[in-house]
């Protein structure tokens, strides 16, 4: 059954260090999500992502966060100078033959940890 | 704002004791509401999705129903590798999901 994948599955980075998340999302799905989930704390949309752009988006996703599809197969997330609240569990979901609405399938995400 | 509460936080139940877990929000335009199963250190896998108020879907040893303002998650003769948290996000425009803080099912043999 296809899934989603991400690379990697733990990263740790310096405090103002930049970061590239990296998602393979399932192929024939036509939008994209990124969540992250704080320790202990529930799952929060950041992003969602279809025709080349950004549909929605949360409070948390600032300035400091953007999303790409560089190549048609791959969907990345950058945090530009990332802060230790920037710690947290990222996930990556797909989703959607036709309509926004269909289930969203999620990778295993990454673990990001800011020193 | 888009607000999703699941109750219980947590439920332990023996093998074979059937329960249901509860997933109550509040959308300003519902266009689906979804359970996932999670396992510690994994994504969320997807369980179900409802869509219309009435509409019920089965899988194996689970049954999701769906009210106006409520679903549940029904747990029949559960056997301890159904112990994981289960979520209910609702899905509202452009995609977005808003998730619940999730009930955490311990199920002991």
């Known amino acids: 059954e296809p899934e989603v994948t991400q690379t990697p599955s733990h990263q740790v980075t310096q405090m103002g260090q930049e970061v590239i998340l990296r998602c393979v999302p399932i192929?024939?799905?036509?939008?994209f999500y990124w969540y992250r989930q704080i320790l202990g704390q529930k799952v929060e949309f950041l992003v969602s992502?279809?025709?080349?752009?950004?549909?929605?988006k949360s409070e948390i996703f600032d300035d400091q966060f953007s999303v790409e599809r560089p190549d048609g197969s791959n969907f990345t997330l950058k945090i530009r100078s990332t802060k230790l609240e920037d710690s947290a569990m990222y996930f990556c979901?797909?989703?959607?033959?036709?309509?926004?609405?269909?289930?969203?399938?999620f990778g295993d995400g990454t673990r990001l940890s800011i020193l | 704002e888009d607000q999703v509460t699941q109750s219980p936080e947590a439920l332990r139940l023996q093998e074979g004791e059937s329960s249901s877990l509860n997933c109550s929000y509040t959308?300003?335009?519902?266009?689906?509401l979804f359970w996932y199963r999670q396992d510690p250190g994994k994504g969320p896998e997807f369980l179900f999705t409802?869509?219309?108020a009435g509409e019920e879907k089965e899988k194996e040893r689970l049954k999701a129903t769906l009210t106006k303002k409520e679903s549940f998650l029904h747990i029949t003769a559960p056997k301890p590798e159904d112990s994981a948290t289960y979520l209910c996000a609702v899905n509202t425009n452009a995609g977005k999901s808003t998730f619940g803080d999730g009930t955490t099912l311990t199920v002991k043999p």
């Open positions: 192929s024939n799905h036509l939008y």
């Open positions: 992502f279809y025709n080349n752009e950004i549909s929605e």
């Open positions: 959308v300003s335009g519902l266009r689906g």
């Open positions: 409802l869509y219309s």
């Open positions: 979901a797909s989703g959607g033959t036709v309509y926004s609405n269909q289930p969203q399938h």
